[in-house]
């Protein structure tokens, strides 16, 4: 059984911890890397969410993921394999279903990266949007409070109409 999904206020301390776990990451990756961003719903000022950092790392080339696996090891990454998401790479610090840190690498400006990107800016900046997401999270998450899958697939329509809208605005 899952544990139990429990979304908590804003914490201002996430984007804290963000900049520190970078700074980690940046020692480990170096050259590797072109970007580290802080994604997900901690990245955003006052969207609340489950406290687990989500750090996108943008590449050149996912190939460079197999060279990362063991120095991340060493603090406290786990890599997971996930088929069924051939265009990321998967680390989770923590215990399964609980971790703590979540790292998805992306090829850089691929369409996936700028989706995770894309989301986020326009959460930040659609007081509405963030609102409206802040309550359909915490309504999910008293519905499948014990289901994460379904969760996340409940919060899909949202996430892409908000995606929608956000690269109109762009073109």
Do not use: C
Not at 5 to 30: R, Y
Not at 64 to 74: A, R
Not at 117 to 140: G, M, S, T
């Amino acid at each position: 059984m899952d544990r139990e999904i429990t979304i908590e206020d804003h914490n201002s301390n996430w984007s804290k911890e963000f900049e520190e776990e970078k700074g980690e990451l940046k020692k480990i990756l170096a050259d590797k890397v072109i970007s580290i961003e802080h994604i997900g719903s901690t990245s955003v000022d006052g969207l609340g969410a489950k406290p687990i950092l989500d750090i996108a790392v943008g590449v050149n080339d996912l190939e460079v993921v197999d060279n990362v696996i063991e120095p991340l090891k060493k603090i406290g990454y786990e890599f997971v394999y996930h088929k069924e998401f051939p265009e990321r790479r998967f680390f989770r610090k923590g215990q399964w279903r609980a971790g703590t840190h979540h790292l998805h690498f992306y090829k850089f400006q691929s369409e996936h990266w700028n989706n995770q990107i894309l989301f986020r800016n326009y959460l930040r900046n659609n007081p509405d949007a963030l609102k409206e997401y802040n309550q359909l999270k915490v309504n999910l998450a008293e519905k499948y409070r014990f289901d994460r899958v379904s969760y996340t697939e409940a919060k899909a329509p949202f996430i892409q109409n908000v995606l929608k809208k956000a690269k109109k605005e762009i073109e």
